[in-house]
Nanobody, 126 residues
Framework: HVQLVESGGGSVQAGGSLRLSCAVSRGTSLSNCMGWFRQRPGKEREGVAVIYTGGGKIVYSDSAKGRFTLSQDNAKDTLYLQMTSLEPEDTAMYYC????????????????????WGQGTQVTVS
């Protein structure tokens, strides 16, 4: 049974930091791409950062570059998103996602190619 469970969200002041975690079940070992997406109020879900698990390639959205860092702890089956220099515009529900047979790109793929999703964790920056 595929399961992704996010944690680590919360409220923080502008300029602060948060680290999101995504606990990954064994079923997602079939996926070749995992990452983080977010959905801001009134907006569509957008990609933040993904990792292609085969080669370890990581791709960030323009808004995440230089501020967010995606990492993976295979021993703990956990995906992380370290967020620094947070801005009010980063306020959103953040989701962990996994996709199967996702073609590697130099940009974050659309949410539509990811078949597995967590329930989300809220990040609020004020």
């Amino acid at each position: 049974h595929v399961q992704l469970v996010e944690s680590g969200g919360g409220s923080v002041q502008a300029g602060g930091s948060l680290r999101l975690s995504c606990a990954v079940s064994r079923g997602t070992s079939l996926s070749n791409c995992m990452g983080w997406f977010r959905q801001r109020p009134g907006k569509e879900r957008e990609g933040v950062a993904v990792i292609y698990t085969g080669g370890g390639k990581i791709v960030y959205s323009d808004s995440a570059k230089g501020r967010f860092t995606l990492s993976q702890d295979n021993a703990k089956d956990t995906l992380y998103l370290q967020m620094t220099s947070l801005e009010p515009e980063d306020t959103a529900m953040y989701y962990c996602a996994a996709g199967v047979n996702v073609r590697a790109r130099d940009y974050v793929p659309s949410a539509s190619v990811f078949g597995y999703w967590g329930q989300g964790t809220q990040v609020t920056v004020s």
